[in-house]
């Protein structure tokens, strides 16, 4: 157990180090698109490219850092007026479907993908696409190793203690 914390710690300050700079980079883009486009009257030409890339990555890595951390928007008025072994039941599901999407979508999908366009490159950095788009199936294994943590956690909880605090 004491692995599986260590490992989803590891993963979380990952993320985050990986996010942080590209969120710099991406503040900095726009101030300077917006300074070359109001101020000098001769906008950036590859900052919109590149902002549009670092986005992508930025909402794939966050979104997997909130899977992670069970921060990510939910529905709970039917999972909170359940207790015991129906709330386990209704929290093994929804990380089982969790686990499922980020497969096919993410994963296979996300493969496939990158596949298909490597040989493609951005109109304007001529940067592969295959390589924007690896985020999709990189995201789609954390999340799914994310996801295989909480089912842990899940099975070593009694069934009539709170689970949610043992998510965070």
Do not use: C
């Given at each position: 157990?004491?692995?599986?914390?260590a490992?989803?710690?590891?993963?979380?300050r990952?993320?985050?180090?990986?996010?942080?700079?590209?969120?710099?980079?991406?503040?900095?883009?726009?101030?300077?698109?917006?300074?070359?486009?109001?101020?000098?009257?001769?906008?950036?030409?590859?900052?919109?490219?590149?902002?549009?890339?670092l986005?992508?990555w930025?909402?794939?890595?966050?979104?997997?850092?909130?899977?992670?951390?069970?921060?990510?928007?939910?529905?709970?008025?039917?999972k909170?007026?359940?207790?015991?072994?129906?709330?386990?039941?209704?929290?093994?599901?929804n990380?089982?479907?969790?686990?499922?999407?980020?497969?096919?979508?993410?994963?296979?999908?996300?493969?496939?993908?990158?596949?298909?366009?490597?040989?493609?490159?951005?109109?304007?950095m001529s940067?592969?696409?295959?390589?924007?788009?690896?985020?999709?199936p990189?995201?789609?294994?954390?999340?799914?190793?994310?996801?295989?943590?909480h089912?842990?956690?899940?099975?070593?909880?009694?069934?009539?203690?709170?689970?949610?605090?043992?998510?965070?």
């Amino acid at each position: 157990m004491n692995v599986l914390k260590a490992l989803k710690k590891w993963m979380d300050r990952i993320l985050l180090t990986v996010s942080y700079p590209l969120l710099v980079i991406l503040i900095i883009g726009a101030l300077w698109q917006v300074f070359t486009r109001y101020v000098l009257d001769n906008p950036s030409i590859f900052t919109e490219e590149l902002m549009t890339f670092l986005l992508i990555w930025i909402s794939l890595l966050g979104a997997t850092y909130a899977f992670g951390t069970n921060q990510h928007l939910s529905l709970t008025f039917i999972k909170d007026r359940l207790t015991g072994r129906k709330k386990k039941w209704i929290y093994t599901f929804n990380h089982t479907l969790i686990m499922l999407f980020s497969f096919v979508v993410l994963l296979w999908g996300g493969i496939s993908l990158v596949i298909s366009s490597l040989t493609q490159n951005s109109p304007i950095m001529s940067v592969p696409m295959g390589y924007v788009y690896l985020i999709f199936p990189l995201s789609g294994v954390l999340i799914i190793l994310y996801q295989l943590m909480h089912l842990v956690d899940l099975k070593d909880l009694d069934t009539e203690t709170d689970i949610e605090g043992s998510e965070t």
